[in-house]
C-alpha cells in the first residue's frame, strides 16, 4: 500500500461507546495530524505529532485521545462523544514539520463518523 | 491571527470551459506561501498548486493556474479546459513559516457534461 490509509471509512457509535479511527501513513513521513472536517466549516486542525512527539493539540476537548506510537500510525481514541461531533475526521502526514515550509500535506480519505 | 476566504460556496462551469475560483486572506506577513488543494466526492484531498509569496509570476500546473495578486490578498485559481474529473471540493489554504496551514471554507465545483 502507499499513500495515507485510514480505517474505518464509516464509523456510527453511541455517546457511551468507545471507539478509535487508525491511520497509517507508508511515505516515510515524520509528521502527522488529525483534522475535523464539518459541513460548511473550514477543516479543523486537532493535533499534530512530530517524531511521534504531540507537538499541537488545539483546544480539543479530552472525549478525543491521539495516540502516535511511532511515525507510521496514528490513532484518535473517541468515547464519551456528543452528536455535534459527528463529522468527517481527516488523517494527514507531511515531512518533518520543523522548519517545514512547503506546507503539502498527504491526506487520507477520511473517517466518517456520526454519534447518535 | 491569519484568515483565509472563499466567498463562493458553490460554483459550476460547463465541460471544457474555464472557471475561476476566489480566494481571500489577511496577512501582516511579506512571506508565506498559498495552496489550493482539491477534495474529489469520496477520496483524498491533493494538492493542485502551489504559489510562494516572494515568487512574482504566478504558478501554473498544466491546466490549472492562480492570479496572485499580492497587495490585494487575493489567490484565484483558474481551470481551463473542464473536465468531469475537475469536480470536487477546493480549499484555499495560506502557511506562513513553521505554522500551520490554515483552511478557507470550501468551493463546491461541479462541472456540467
Known amino acids: 500500500e502507499t499513500g495515507v490509509t485510514q480505517t474505518p471509512r464509516h464509523l456510527v457509535m453511541g455517546m457511551t461507546n468507545k471507539k478509535s479511527l487508525k491511520c497509517e501513513q507508508h511515505l516515510g513521513h515524520n509528521a502527522m495530524y488529525w483534522y475535523k472536517q464539518s459541513a460548511k466549516k473550514p477543516l479543523e486542525l486537532m493535533f499534530v505529532?512530530?517524531?511521534?512527539?504531540?507537538?499541537e493539540n488545539n483546544s480539543v476537548p479530552s472525549r478525543f485521545s491521539p495516540e502516535c506510537p511511532n511515525s507510521s500510525h496514528l490513532f484518535l481514541h473517541l468515547h464519551t462523544l456528543q452528536p455535534e461531533d459527528s463529522a468527517l475526521y481527516l488523517c494527514a502526514s507531511s515531512q518533518a514539520e520543523a522548519g517545514s515550509h512547503t506546507g503539502e500535506l498527504f491526506f487520507g480519505e477520511g473517517s466518517r463518523l456520526t454519534v447518535l | 491571527a491569519q484568515t483565509v476566504t472563499q466567498s463562493q460556496p458553490e460554483m459550476s462551469v460547463q465541460e471544457a470551459e474555464t472557471v475561476t475560483l476566489s480566494c481571500t486572506y489577511d496577512?501582516?506577513?511579506?512571506?508565506?506561501?498559498l495552496f489550493w488543494y482539491k477534495q474529489p466526492p469520496s477520496r483524498q484531498m491533493i494538492l493542485v498548486i502551489r504559489q510562494e509569496a516572494y515568487k512574482q509570476q504566478n504558478a501554473t500546473e498544466n491546466r490549472f493556474s492562480v492570479n496572485f495578486q499580492k497587495a490585494a490578498k487575493s489567490f484565484s485559481l483558474k481551470i481551463s479546459d473542464s473536465q468531469l474529473g475537475d469536480a470536487a471540493m477546493y480549499f484555499c489554504?495560506?502557511?506562513?513559516?513553521?505554522?500551520?496551514?490554515?483552511f478557507g471554507q470550501g468551493t463546491r465545483l461541479t462541472i456540467n457534461p
Open positions: 505529532y512530530n517524531f511521534k512527539e504531540q507537538t
Open positions: 489554504a495560506y502557511k506562513q513559516g513553521a505554522q500551520k496551514l490554515v
Open positions: 496577512t501582516s506577513e511579506s512571506d508565506y506561501y
